[in-house]
């Protein structure tokens, strides 16, 4: 069963992100996901307003997107997010 890793991104330094966003597309594919969304323009529906990016990524399975958040790979790419961005995440089984 597919699981989403979501979220919820405020980028704080644009420059040092860039190096982050360069470096993890590759990690993700390796581990069999990609990318549902990744930022763009949001229409808020309700509730209080979240001007955060959000990121929606696709996993064959919770065991897949798990060894991706842990892989060594993927550590070496989150020292570059360091003092980049403030980031909330969560995994969420699919349906």
């Given at each position: 069963?597919?699981?989403?890793l979501v979220?919820?991104?405020?980028?704080?330094?644009?420059?040092?992100?860039?190096?982050?966003?360069?470096?993890?597309?590759?990690?993700?594919?390796?581990?069999?996901?990609?990318?549902?969304?990744?930022?763009?323009?949001?229409?808020?529906?309700?509730?209080?307003?979240?001007?955060?990016?959000?990121?929606?990524?696709?996993?064959?399975?919770?065991?897949?997107?798990?060894?991706?958040?842990?892989?060594?790979?993927?550590?070496?790419?989150?020292?570059?997010?360091?003092?980049?961005?403030?980031?909330?995440?969560l995994l969420?089984?699919?349906?």
């Amino acid at each position: 069963m597919a699981a989403y890793l979501v979220a919820h991104i405020r980028i704080t330094d644009p420059a040092r992100w860039e190096q982050y966003r360069a470096a993890v597309p590759a990690v993700i594919a390796r581990h069999g996901g990609h990318y549902i969304v990744r930022g763009g323009d949001t229409v808020w529906l309700e509730g209080a307003q979240d001007t955060r990016r959000q990121v929606i990524i696709e996993f064959p399975s919770m065991d897949a997107a798990t060894a991706f958040w842990h892989s060594p790979e993927y550590a070496a790419a989150k020292k570059l997010r360091e003092g980049a961005a403030e980031v909330d995440a969560l995994l969420v089984p699919g349906v």
